[in-house]
């Protein structure tokens, strides 16, 4: 009986978990179908705002180790509770300072809470969940990003279109605070610790000491790199080959959102039978055969979403194939090693951010070249990513 109800709890957690990531990641994703009309808002060159939003991704990579190893070393509920504050501090800075500079700093700071609250998260499922089965359970929060694209995107663009650009960050910041207030009922309290745990120096010493460790930030980095090649640039290619406006880029958002829903569905499906390593390989080399066929099909509306279709479905299969493997790569510092992840793909987005648009401008087939490129050098890390754990199910 008791085990039925921890069951019940923890299921509970987790449709929580998948609430509060879906609306984390909707604040994190609005920015790239709807950088035009951020763009018209703030009365920015896109030139100056993009390299802008990349240095979110930078601030968190700085930041989301330090705060997320609280998880390790305070416990995984007030690691969490402080992620969500952040967030929630970074929608009151939109809201009381409505201007281009307060603006970035509010994508940092809500960037920075995501990075620490979702960590901090998979590492309280990591201690929770058995390996064989955590690709299940770590799927079903991951739904909340394909949910952003689903139904947090065309919301954004709705509230976009009826009442400016500053319009989501309230919303997205009173439903954030409601979910934290459930989390602080809902999660029970740490249990005390016999052995104290391990600072964040030494931890971050243990990950910079393991081949498999840096071998998975580098899978991270390049495959995110690429990624964001295509995220920050396909706002603009429909926009410019199609002429979508608002409602219609939040209708083709919510395309890619089924997309990556599929995805995530095959993850829960596939991966504890197929493996992780070998699931993470299959999604990076559809994910570049996805990106060659762009140029080929995306001539007219409908082949361009097919190709962006299988982009992302492909990319969402690696991915969240690639988060069960990382929690068990340093189980001793889970929730730091989690914040590595985490930090890795920042450092990937702040460099894309930097240097997409740049590409984009020598054409889209130079997007397409550097983003398989980049896909590849992941594939090449993935032989490092040996763990204990797969060695165990395999002996």
Do not use: C
Request: net charge positive.
């Amino acid at each position: 009986m008791k085990n039925k109800s921890l069951k019940t709890s923890l299921s509970l957690q987790i449709i929580l978990f998948t609430f509060i990531r879906m609306v984390s990641s909707t604040a994190y994703r609005m920015v790239y179908p709807f950088l035009p009309a951020f763009r018209d808002g703030l009365n920015v060159p896109l030139e100056t705002l993009a390299p802008a939003i990349g240095s979110r991704s930078l601030v968190a990579a700085i930041f989301a180790p330090l705060l997320s190893s609280v998880g390790d070393s305070r416990g995984r509920k007030q690691g969490m509770l402080l992620g969500l504050a952040i967030f929630i501090a970074g929608t009151a800075i939109a809201v009381f300072w409505p201007t281009f500079p307060g603006f970035i700093l509010a994508l940092m700071f809500t960037t920075v809470g995501k990075v620490t609250f979702d960590p901090t998260m998979q590492a309280y499922l990591g201690d929770r969940v058995p390996y064989e089965r955590r690709s299940f359970a770590i799927t079903i929060t991951e739904l909340s990003w394909s949910g952003a694209y689903i139904v947090g995107i065309p919301l954004v663009g709705w509230v976009i279109a009826g009442a400016g650009w500053l319009a989501p960050f309230p919303l997205l910041g009173a439903l954030i605070l409601l979910a934290a207030l459930l989390l602080g009922f809902q999660l029970p309290k740490d249990e005390p610790r016999a052995v104290k745990p391990p600072s964040l120096w030494v931890n971050f010493g243990t990950i910079l000491h393991s081949r498999p460790a840096i071998a998975a930030m580098g899978l991270t980095v390049f495959s995110v790199i690429a990624n964001e090649f295509i995220n920050l640039t396909f706002g603009v290619w429909m926009e410019e080959s199609f002429g979508l406006q608002l409602v219609a880029l939040g209708g083709a958002a919510a395309v890619l959102g089924i997309a990556e829903l599929s995805g995530e569905g095959l993850v829960a499906l596939i991966t504890d039978r197929l493996g992780k390593r070998r699931a993470i390989f299959f999604g990076l080399v559809i994910n570049s055969l996805a990106v060659i066929s762009l140029p080929i099909v995306g001539g007219t509306l409908v082949g361009a979403l097919m190709g962006l279709f299988m982009f992302y479905i492909s990319f969402e299969f690696f991915i969240v194939s690639s988060i069960p493997l990382m929690t068990e790569v340093l189980p001793a510092a889970r929730a730091t090693m989690m914040a590595g992840f985490f930090t890795s793909a920042s450092i990937g987005r702040a460099v894309a951010g930097w240097i997409a648009l740049d590409i984009y401008a020598l054409g889209f087939m130079a997007t397409v070249v550097a983003t398989v490129a980049f896909n590849l050098l992941a594939i090449l890390s993935i032989r490092n990513l040996r763990i204990a754990a797969e060695e165990g199910l395999r002996g």
